[in-house]
């Protein structure tokens, strides 16, 4: 019985809750949070749901746990705020995307919204928007009806502790830098003040003749956030928007967004390299440090390929800032069938890790491309033709650490990559980490239950790979007698 290309005769999730640090006592807290989230994606393609469905529904069953950093639960910036990223690319590459947006619930829902209003005509010709920031996502969010929360809203008792743990000693290191510096003016001096006069006005007082006269610039702030309608902020069934049992302590070490065991039928490896070392010590191991990009991969019934990432972004980190996961090409990346691609190869891959250096590398469109054509660099230039593994190995070791923007810079170099590759055979799933752990869950149409692992390298810098293969069951029919192939 031959089969039609691109059919599609397999759906399969995988989702990933960070890469970084992940206290075993916490593994399994993480862990549940993956499958449920896989088991919840799966139950929606199973009835006929997309595959930008799944994702969608994936990411938010990982925005609304307080053991990930994204939604609900995410770290505080500098003010004490949270401020969310998120990204969705449907089959075709286009996206939706919102950067540093708050009081927005679901962050990976005002981005599905994004890609879905793209694609309507506006009037006069105007081009839609593919990515929002800031109070104008917020108000998008409002207008479009999803649930837009307090300012507190999405701002979990354990985040604020944490930022009050992380104010306290900034403030502290600040004093310290001071008094080393030989430096004794008020903390308050090195405050920024807004401007008291118009630089515009004061240049065209000095051009003009007569008396000048300068006036303050307007104080006028932006319209305040809209205030979602108490019947709206009601959560989905399901979901956890309140703190979960066993909420995570995060110590400060920054990656957006984790030494490795196989569970279930994902097989890891490891290779030594100059990497990032595990923490040390009992506290170490008591403590989770992992500021998760989640993010969600889906092939759908049809076949299409669908892929997102949602965060909270780094603690501590300055207003406005946007990360990797609100960065199409950086946290996530799809590479469309080619019509004539006879094999319908399509790759979709997202990143987790210290997010300004996923950024330098163009870390997801890299690896989507070295697994999409299945080669790595060569050190003499040019490229070479190799397994999709030994491809991924590469773009952390080569692409990743080997960039110059990494290896010059102040901060260490950390990422968790999941890339999956569909062909007419199957959809094959490759994820590789320089951490010391990464949270993962992958469930196909054929599976029971979702395959759950908590990937964890050996120590000593060493890059953890792993992966797994979902086919569905073919079979030949021949005079009437059917023939199991796979």
Not at 241 to 249: K, T
Not at 298 to 321: F, L, Q, T, Y
Request: charge should be neutral.
């Amino acid at each position: 019985m031959s089969r039609s290309k691109g059919s599609g005769d397999i759906s399969a999730i995988f989702v990933h809750a960070g890469a970084g640090f992940h206290a075993p006592h916490n593994e399994k807290a993480h862990l549940e949070t993956c499958e449920k989230a896989a088991r919840v994606a799966m139950s929606m393609l199973k009835n006929g749901g997309s595959a930008v469905d799944a994702v969608e529904i994936a990411i938010m069953m990982l925005e609304d746990s307080e053991m990930t950093n994204a939604g609900y639960g995410s770290n505080l910036n500098l003010e004490g705020t949270v401020e969310c990223d998120a990204t969705v690319v449907n089959h075709l590459g286009r996206s939706g995307a919102v950067g540093a947006v708050g009081q927005v619930k679901n962050p990976i829902s005002l981005a599905r919204v994004i890609l879905d209003a793209s694609s309507k005509p506006l009037s006069l010709a105007r081009v839609p928007p593919n990515f929002l920031v800031g109070q104008g996502a917020t108000d998008f969010a409002y207008e479009h009806g999803l649930v837009v929360l307090p300012p507190d809203g999405l701002v979990a008792p354990s985040a604020r502790e944490r930022w009050t743990h992380w104010k306290r000693d900034l403030e502290a290191a600040t004093l310290r830098e001071r008094k080393q510096s030989g430096e004794h003016t008020r903390l308050s001096s090195h405050f920024r003040r807004p401007p008291t006069v118009n630089p515009a006005q004061l240049l065209s007082a000095a051009s003009s003749p007569g008396p000048a006269s300068v006036t303050g610039v307007s104080t006028q702030s932006t319209k305040n956030p809209p205030t979602a309608d108490p019947r709206r902020i009601t959560p989905p069934a399901g979901s956890e928007l309140a703190p979960s049992i066993a909420p995570r302590v995060n110590d400060g070490k920054q990656t957006d967004g984790a030494r490795s065991a196989a569970v279930g039928n994902m097989s890891t490896s490891h290779d030594n390299l100059s990497l990032p070392e595990a923490p040390h010590g009992v506290d170490a191991m008591d403590i989770d440090r992992v500021n998760d990009t989640v993010g969600a991969i889906a092939i759908d019934s049809k076949g299409n390929i669908a892929a997102g990432s949602s965060s909270g972004g780094i603690g501590m980190k300055h207003r406005g800032r946007i990360g990797p996961a609100a960065l199409v090409g950086i946290g996530t990346a799809v590479f469309p069938v080619d019509p004539n691609d006879s094999e319908a190869t399509c790759v979709a891959t997202i990143t987790s890790g210290t997010g300004e250096h996923i950024a330098t590398t163009m870390a997801a469109s890299t690896c989507a491309s070295r697994i999409y054509y299945s080669h790595r660099k060569r050190k003499e230039g040019g490229f070479e033709e190799v397994t999709e593994e030994e491809a991924m190995k590469a773009v952390i070791s080569d692409d990743f650490m080997g960039h110059p923007g990494v290896i010059n810079s102040i901060c260490n170099g950390a990422i968790g990559i999941l890339s999956v590759k569909k062909t007419v055979d199957g959809a094959f799933l490759h994820f590789a980490h320089n951490t010391d752990s990464f949270a993962l869950a992958s469930m196909s149409s054929v599976d029971k239950k979702p395959v759950c692992v908590m990937s964890r390298n050996g120590g000593g810098g060493t890059i953890a790979q792993g992966g797994r293969a979902c086919r569905a069951k073919r079979y030949l029919i021949t005079a009437n007698v059917q023939i199991k192939l796979s």
